[in-house]
């Protein structure tokens, strides 16, 4: 089983709205409703893809029960714990003639220690049943920002491999605490290496460095593919360098919201069944682009991802000391 973890729940508006403009009245053209949070829309994903996954997290007031409502009309197992305050709503713009993109996410909820207690008790007891478990996205207000760091050492102890998607200073206190996998974009790399990538060989390198920070594994995600750097699955402790991409002109995006949440619930179901990392790379790298094509984030379709494996290039660059 795989269990994703999304504290800061959301619904999630996508709105395509042609030629916008700030301070202008518009409307859309398209837009969807669905329930939202990193950890839910690669729990979406896992889902479409066949994957064993239970979403579990932090909901509350009626938009938390609209989120465990929706995930249950989408056959996706749940288990929130239920919070006091209001989860919140992000929104984001989509200009299909420009292909520009506008996120507005809101702060969300606060929570109290009694509720993280709570959680924390849910976390566990599900883990026991569990072989991977994903922390996805950002915190909601008056949580610790160890939280995933310690939760992170008590699965540790549970053999539970630990995959980690999220930024600013929760990443940088999750990584110290040695997960197995973490899986941030460029700018998130960035901020957690301390300093800013020019070329290809800055961000092979910034892989190694986020691992030199206590990662096991790394991988970076760009908007053509990813950068890792990953343990091989032959027992041997030496690691190696992947660029992954999609072939040029092999696919025209239409919609980038959540499409790392697709790379990342790609990978991980790949590496669940047991497949080659590079063969998990590929397959992440392909339901990331796949997702593009969707108005609306943690959305896939298998047999388009399958098609799309054949345009994905996997490389192994090195790095001159």
């Known amino acids: 089983m795989i269990v994703t973890v999304t504290l800061n729940t959301a619904i999630d508006k996508t709105l395509s709205v042609p030629n916008f403009r700030l301070g202008r009245r518009h409307r859309t053209v398209e837009q969807t409703t669905m329930p939202g949070g990193k950890g839910v829309n690669v729990a979406r994903v896992l889902k479409t893809l066949g994957a064993p996954v239970i979403a579990t997290g932090l909901a509350g007031g009626a938009t938390g029960t609209r989120i465990v409502d929706q995930l249950t009309q989408l056959s996706v197992l749940s288990d929130f714990v239920r919070i006091g305050e209001e989860s919140r709503t992000n929104t984001a713009v989509i200009d299909p003639t420009t292909g520009e993109q506008t996120e507005i996410n809101e702060r969300g909820p606060k929570v109290t220690p009694h509720e993280v207690e709570l959680f924390v008790d849910k976390l566990l007891y599900l883990a026991k049943g569990a072989s991977v478990c994903v922390f996805a996205g950002s ?113 025209e995006p239409r919609a980038t919201v959540g499409s790392g949440d697709a790379f990342l619930a790609g990978f991980v179901a790949s590496r669940y069944l047991g497949k080659s990392v590079e063969d998990s790379l590929a397959f992440g790298v392909a339901c990331g682009a796949e997702s593009t094509q969707h108005l609306g984030a943690g959305l896939v379709d298998p047999e388009r991802v399958e098609r799309l494996l054949g345009e994905i290039e996997v490389e192994r660059p090195t790095v001159v000391s």
């Open 139 to 251: 915190l909601p207000r008056d949580v610790d920002t160890d939280i995933y760091a310690f939760l992170i050492r008590e699965l540790r102890r549970l053999n539970v491999t630990t995959v980690v998607d999220t930024d600013g200073d929760p990443m940088r206190r999750a990584v110290r605490s040695e997960p197995n996998i973490v899986s941030p974009n460029v700018l998130e790399a960035e901020e957690l290496v301390g300093h800013e990538f020019n070329d290809d060989e800055d961000r092979t390198y910034a892989v190694g460095e986020i691992c030199e920070l206590g990662a096991r594994e790394a991988i970076m995600t760009m908007t053509d593919g990813c950068f890792a750097r990953m343990l091989p699955g032959d027992g041997s402790s030496e690691p190696s360098l992947y660029r992954v991409r999609v072939r040029g002109g092999a696919i």
